[in-house]
């Protein structure tokens, strides 16, 4: 009798147990589907343009059967793509054909450039509720938002036309807001027949004969040649109380250390220079002997302030520009690495960037695309404003490379960039790019005036040569139609 009232006991206890584990595990669970609840919420609310614009997201063919695609102006109110009604069917059409082409980019077969990055507006309509039923009863698509783009479409032919036929790429910022004023990438294609193209380009790309379809600005990845040499120099500065004050090469042409050997572009003998001279004339042999003496690790840091092997602040697709140094590098690399060859790889855009904090007293503003949104009935939906990424440099130092950047302009390698119209600061570059020196591409990047510095211009030309000779004339139309307008 006792065994039985002790089991009865045993087994209250039991399922007592049991329901109180029950109970713990359901309140678990129901804590963690909560948080997963609320997780959910606050990554929908928060990644909202991303999941709308993804190409599986179903929602994007209701909205488009219920609005008309909104249309893209440049900062001045030109129309860079809108949509067109043909009775039953609507054709997205880019007025100025291949002009754009990369930076706008275009909405079939996917989407890319600007029409990829507001897509979430364009497909979105936000005039007034009661139009939008008037719109319902008539069956009238509603209009969608528009978008008004930091572009100017003058300055972009200026570029444009400038390229001419080269394989090249071309970016125009203001120093001192952000905005991307041009963007240009040769090859190019007219946005108005991607899709009776598209064949071909894939087919040309897969087979590396062209690559029409790269935005050359944000995704073409180059070694930097002597442009480079201002890294160096920020390096130096670094090391050296921010003063270049005191140093002397003699320049016979060559650089040897054990068996590395290189020489100045051309076999150019500079003779006796100080830092000045030796930035402006783009000395290779005095700038691996520079780099050789610089603390390695220092160095990679530096890279790491300026954003190599990072993600950039910019909202179009791009590539990382790479490149690591420590102190495992050796002097071989280091002597490569040092004058923009080697290991090193950057895109236009970054070193656009660069160039943008040097003239903005070492400070980057985030570059942008994007001025306002607005409703088809004028409401603004969003503005955007300048916003600082942060600084890059010190100050000292953007004033001690902006003055070895106009010595480069007046006295050196980019002397048919001189203006009586205002004085500009920049840097050449030739870099080469198979191990053959006669095969180089043609760097300039550079600002302007020097002293007020308004846009920054980055410009490579792949395979022609000298950067002296063949970009910074470019350069120079640029400028001169920007200070002119």
């Known amino acids: 009798m006792k065994m039985r009232k002790n089991n009865k006991r045993n087994k209250k206890r039991l399922h007592s147990n049991r329901n109180k584990e029950i109970i713990?595990?359901?309140?678990?669970?129901?804590?963690?589907?909560c948080i997963m609840i609320v997780y959910l919420c606050l990554y929908v609310k928060n990644n909202e343009m991303e999941l709308m614009n993804n190409s599986y997201n179903a929602r994007q063919a209701i909205l488009a059967s219920e609005n008309t695609r909104g249309t893209i102006f440049d900062r001045n109110g030109e129309k860079l793509a809108y949509t067109a009604n043909n009775g039953e069917t609507e054709t997205r059409v880019y007025p100025y054909e291949n002009l754009f082409s990369h930076v706008i980019g275009y909405s079939t077969k996917d989407k890319t450039g600007i029409e990829q990055l507001t897509n979430y507006y364009l497909i979105n309509s936000n005039i007034p509720l009661s139009e939008k039923v008037e719109n319902d009863i008539a069956q009238v698509k509603n209009p969608g938002n528009n978008v008004y783009t930091t572009l100017d479409t003058k300055l972009q032919q200026v570029v444009y036309d400038s390229l001419g036929i080269y394989k090249s790429a071309c970016v125009v910022t203001n120093v001192k807001t952000g905005e991307v004023l041009a963007m240009v990438s040769k090859p190019d294609f007219n946005p108005n027949t991607i899709v009776q193209d598209w064949d071909k380009y894939v087919e040309e790309e897969q087979t590396k004969k062209s690559s029409v379809l790269l935005n050359r600005v944000t995704q073409g990845i180059y070694p930097p040649g002597s442009t480079f040499k201002i890294v160096t120099t920020l390096e130096y500065l670094k090391e050296n109380n921010e003063s270049?004050?005191?140093?002397?090469?003699?320049?016979?042409?060559?650089?040897?250390?054990?068996?590395?050997?290189?020489?100045?572009?051309?076999g150019s003998v500079h003779g006796n220079e100080d830092f000045y001279k030796a930035f402006a004339k783009s000395c290779n042999s005095a700038f691996a002997s520079i780099g050789v003496g610089l603390d390695r690790n220092a160095y990679g840091d530096t890279l790491d302030k300026l954003l190599f092997n990072k993600e950039l602040p910019l909202d179009i697709n791009y590539t990382k520009s790479v490149l690591k140094v420590d102190d495992t590098v050796t002097d071989d690399e280091m002597i490569q690495i040092s004058i923009g060859q080697g290991k090193a790889q950057i895109t236009p855009m970054h070193m656009n960037m660069i160039t943008c904090a040097i003239a903005n007293g070492g400070v980057l503003m985030k570059p942008r695309f994007i001025n306002s949104i607005l409703s088809a009935n004028g409401t603004v939906i969003e503005k955007n404003s300048d916003e600082e990424y942060g600084q890059l440099m010190t100050k000292a130092e953007s004033d001690a490379l902006t003055e070895l950047?106009?010595?480069?302009?007046?006295?050196?390698?980019?002397?048919?960039l001189k203006s009586d119209n205002y004085q500009a600061a920049g840097k050449t570059g030739s870099a080469e790019y198979n191990g053959v020196k006669e095969d180089s591409h043609a760097w300039f990047t550079g600002f302007a005036p020097a002293d007020e510095p308004e846009i920054a211009v980055t410009i490579i030309i792949e395979g022609i040569g000298s950067g002296g000779d063949y970009a910074a004339p470019i350069a120079k139309r640029i400028f001169d139609a920007y200070f002119t307008q």
């Not at 713990?24 to 589907?33: E, I, T």
């Not at 950047?405 to 048919?416: H, L, R, Y």
Request: aromatic share 14%; glycine share 12%; with cysteine.
């Open 24 to 33: 713990v595990l359901s309140s678990v669970f129901s804590c963690v589907f």
């Open 244 to 266: 270049v004050e005191g140093y002397s090469f003699d320049c016979n042409g060559r650089f040897s250390l054990g068996d590395t050997k290189i020489q100045c572009y051309h």
């Open 405 to 416: 950047m106009v010595g480069v302009v007046n006295e050196g390698t980019a002397q048919k």
